[in-house]
């Protein structure tokens, strides 16, 4: 202990002197009568206690576990603490802080009036504060006022300020407290708060932070060195502190033990003799601390928390969101899979390593839920900083997969034709329209003076004339993803009603331009069919998600449930859902989708695809998807769907749109197709519904005919052609 000044030395004096004739003059009541007064004067105190003595409002901290309700992510805390019940706490702690703090604690009614007098005359003697005078209750009191998040910052520092005043209120409050719970209930509430050094608040933090156990499994030894911790926790701390002092102070606690009859004394000596064997383990804090726990959760952490910080239920402002979370003690059950999540990164990390300045965010939902399986990527969640002036990589805190802040996304290429083909499908027209479709497409749109411009308009090229051109209907047009067969179609349909059908299945416009564009000139957007818009993984796979639940469109959400300290669940996490849909036009388009991934359709219409190693991997599974890239190979993308999940994947480098991402179409398509196959393990092969008739249509209708190509002649189109394959060379 510090040598007292002669001011400070003059206050203890007084103070015992205050406290002692309080203390003589109490003593000298009859016992009835003492009794009697206690009672009366406790009932009129509680009635005036604070809040958060009455009901503790002591922060806990939150924690987030995996959608297997075991398998934990992350925690959040500002104080590393969590409440545990008095059988929860192994028999030994509760004795050895009873030894320790007041052994006369089962014998006092909240002050120990003995233990006040011997306490006032050794300090008094010495000059010093040698010897403590609180009880556990008086300590406890104590704890709450010091750390009320209800009080100011003031109100708390005067809990623990040394004056008269401070001193008789927490006497009152003690004994005003002991008069209505039971010490068992005073005792628990003690060891939830205590602090206990090295950051850890209450018995179950401390039992982990030092052991890295539950308190229920503490031995003797350990038992007693945390019990002695509490006097003073910085410099008993074994981690943080000075070790040989904790075990002079372990001895104490023990020997105290064996003085109240709680251990023998051949019990206390064999504890002594036990060296000293911690096992620390540091609570993980947030989203950055995910690292080692569900590998690459990341991310999802981040998504669930900035979901969190807009649910009302947690709080008015986005402040009390946020303090909820680090301070509620909340348990939440969140919608990530950890088989799918640990398939996803596998697979992320297998097309990209952590150092390349590409990236492959994967996304995976549930139809008909909207709950976020996986959100993974070539990335680290973390702030630590990037070698040589990297940006993204390996480190970030970005939400490369769901958007967000300076993330608008990336060009998801022909995996927007899906929009196109809805569109179509619910203006009436058939899975069986039928178009001769060109090499090249003139249109309306006006163009600049580059390689897709034929005479000052937009000209669209597929990108293999030989497989892609000629008569097509939305089955093979979509499965070998034929440019100017949806080019074409999204004309027919307008490009307004395209643009709506994304944005009702979710696609939103982070990227200013496209905002612009999709509110102000969507009927002119010609390329957007081809997916020049910006969009994420998590957006696409939710989109996708909507058709495969037959046209219900269901929020992103990351929880299945919200569990406050008291058992009582939150109202939040449930699905949010719409149709927004005919199921018909859902399943029609389903229908196309078989073509893609090497399937076949319910009609026998599909003749090719782009991603036909997928029905390779999942063998007579239903699946269905699409694929997509961007100009000059900056993007590559595939999304992948049974009726269970919908998988996206799209490969770009985030900081630089311009820089193609190399071969890797063919990989990128296994990666999601893995995922798949990780989402639906264990569950029964579930059919696509097929469409009705009426969405069918009849595959031997007569050619429909474009009266803007119709007007040029064949040598026109020719010429269009061989200007094209000039420009590219």
Known sequence: MATRTPLSRLFTVLLAGVLAGVVLAVAALPGNLLLGFAAKAALGEYAALPDALRTPATPQRSYLYANDGTTLITTFYDVNRSDVTLAEIAPVMRQAIVAAEDRRFYDHGGVDLRGMLRALVTNVTSGSAEQGGSTLTMQYVRNVLKTDPSRTAEERAAATETTIGRKLQEIRYANALEQLLSKDEILNRYLNIAYFGSGAYGIAAASQR??????????????????????????????????????????????????????????????????????????????????????????????????????????????????????????????????????????????????????????????????????????????????????????????LISGGGSVAG?????????????????????????????????????????????????????????????????WDGFGRSVNTYFVWLAEQVGQDKVVEMAQRLGITFRAEADANFAENDAANWGAFGLGVAATTPLDLANAYATVAAEGTYCSPVPVLSVTAP??????????????????????????????????????????????????????????????????????????????????????????????????????????????????????PAESFTAPSRALVGDPRRPVERDPVTERRSPDDRLSDLRRWFQNRS
Request: charged share 20%; net charge negative.
């Open 210 to 399: 030092y052991f890295s156990k539950p308190p229920a499994e503490l031995t003797l030894a350990e038992a007693a060195l945390l019990a002695g911790l509490v006097q003073a926790p910085e410099a008993y701390s074994p981690i943080d502190g000075d070790a040989e002092a904790a075990l002079a102070r372990r001895a104490y606690v023990l020997d105290s033990m064996a003085a109240t009859g709680a251990i023998t004394v051949e019990q206390a000596a064999r504890a002594k003799a036990e060296e000293l064997a911690l096992n620390p383990s540091a609570q993980a804090n947030g989203c950055a601390a995910t690292a080692g726990a569900q590998d690459g959760s990341g991310f999802f952490c981040d998504y669930l928390h900035r979901w969190w910080l807009e649910q009302p239920e947690f709080g008015d402002t986005v402040a009390e969101r946020e303090q909820a979370l680090r301070r509620g003690g909340y348990s939440v059950v969140t919608t990530l899979d950890p088989q799918v999540q640990a398939t996803a990164q596998r697979q992320a990390t297998g097309v990209y390593g952590y150092d390349n300045p590409r990236a492959l965010p994967i996304a995976a939902v549930e139809p008909g839920t909207g709950r976020i399986l996986a959100m993974a990527v070539n990335r680290h969640y973390s702030l630590d900083a990037n070698p040589d002036g990297q940006l993204n990589y390996p480190n970030t805190v970005n939400p």
């Open 410 to 474: 990336y060009q998801a290429g022909s995996t927007f034709k899906l929009f196109t083909l809805l569109a179509a499908l619910e203006s009436g027209r058939p899975l069986a329209t039928g178009f001769d479709a060109p090499s090249r497409l003139p249109t309306r749109y006006a163009a600049g003076d580059d390689e897709s411009s034929c005479d000052g308009r937009w000209c669209p090229a597929n990108a293999n004339p030989q497989w892609m051109d000629g008569y097509r209907m939305m």
């Open 566 to 683: 008291d058992g009582q669940r939150l109202p939040v996490g449930d699905p949010s859902c719409r149709q927004v849909l005919d199921p018909d036009v859902a399943r029609a388009a389903t229908d196309a989708a078989r073509c893609p991934v090497g399937q076949q359709s319910a009609f026998g219409q599909c003749n090719g695809g782009t991603a036909t190693a997928v029905g390779r991997i999942f063998g007579g599974r239903p699946v269905a998807g699409k694929t997509g890239s961007s100009d000059q190979g900056a993007t590559s993308s595939f999304v992948g769907f049974t009726p269970q999940v919908a998988v996206a994947g799209i490969a770009a480098n985030p900081d630089d749109p311009t820089d193609p991402v190399g071969a890797v179409q063919a990989r990128v398509i296994e990666a999601v197709a893995r995922t798949i196959v990780a989402a639906v393990d264990g569950q």
